[in-house]
């Protein structure tokens, strides 16, 4: 098996180092974990909940170190209670036939950062994930579109993908898109860029949310729990992501976890209220992975 990397290794052992510090006899907490209403729970109940999920969405911010190694402890633990699937918005859907191949043991880790278009942070952040489903035999579905076609999009709108050839319209959400523009999410989305924001944009957010829900939503099933790794912004508010999932698989169960962070762990600031049935709420002074 691979040994992580000293950079693997930091991630996942930083909150357990953030959490041994003390002022005083006091610990002082990186995180604390509340439901959709602001009230605080236990991280037995996070857990149950999750497990209550057909579909789980967890929501991170991509360089949270906190949230990397939450989503470890929740894959760990969905593994032990029963048949499991994951996937993730950080590997594009045409990179599906390397990661088989690494997931077998035909190929490993250098091999597969050179042929698929792996993030920067994978091996830090993501490593860890899919070396588990490798260890435990789970299925690992790269769900994201192929940047090169959300950056068609982003020039040209929807409309760019009419040229896409029909093989390769197999890495996309069926055509044509459904498109909410009035959706909240969507709407903010466009409000923050300001002058640099466009629909057609935004319409290439849609793509990647689309593109994610369709592949979710090609292998979940009742019986089997999905685990989903993707920015908070693709699920936030039951947005996004599920916005798709509930038109394509309405009768199953999804659960969200949102990642955000705040100055002060005794509250969780309005703003964030309704995000998700799980917020994961971290100390903003942590550090970023990269």
């Not at 000293?6 to 006899?25: D, K, V, Y």
């Amino acid at each position: 098996m691979m040994r992580p990397s000293t950079s693997a290794h930091r991630a996942l052992l930083a909150p357990f180092i953030l959490l041994s510090l003390h002022a005083g006899a006091q610990l002082l907490p990186a995180y604390a974990l509340f439901d959709g209403q602001g009230k605080k729970i236990s991280h037995e109940r996070m857990l149950r909940t999750v497990a209550g999920g057909d579909i789980i969405l967890f929501g991170e911010e991509h360089d949270n170190a906190i949230a990397h190694w939450l989503q470890l402890v929740v894959a760990r633990d969905l593994a032990a209670r029963g048949p499991l699937m994951m996937g993730a918005e950080m590997i594009e859907a045409d990179d599906q036939p390397v990661l088989e191949r690494y997931l077998r043991g035909e190929i490993d880790q250098a091999a597969f950062d050179t042929l698929a278009r792996l993030w920067k942070n994978h091996l830090s952040d993501y490593a860890p994930l899919v070396d588990l489903a490798k260890e435990k035999g789970l299925p690992f579905i790269a769900t994201n579109v192929p940047r090169r076609y959300a950056r068609a999009v982003n020039k040209g709108g929807f409309e760019a993908l009419d040229t896409v050839p029909a093989v390769q319209r197999a890495w996309l959400a069926p055509l044509p898109i459904a498109f909410d523009p009035a959706l909240p999410g969507y709407v903010k989305m466009l409000t923050m860029m300001g002058d640099h924001g466009t629909p057609s944009m935004v319409q290439a957010q849609a793509l990647k949310d689309a593109t994610m829900a369709h592949f979710i939503a090609q292998h979940a099933k009742k019986g089997t729990r999905f685990l989903h790794f993707n920015g908070s912004f693709h699920s936030d508010f039951h947005e996004g992501i599920g916005w798709y999932l509930q038109r394509l698989l309405p009768d199953l169960r999804r659960v969200t976890i949102a990642t955000v962070t705040q100055e002060q762990l005794k509250t969780l600031d309005k703003e964030h209220l309704g995000k998700a049935d799980i917020i994961l709420c971290v100390d903003a002074a942590i550090p970023g992975t990269h």
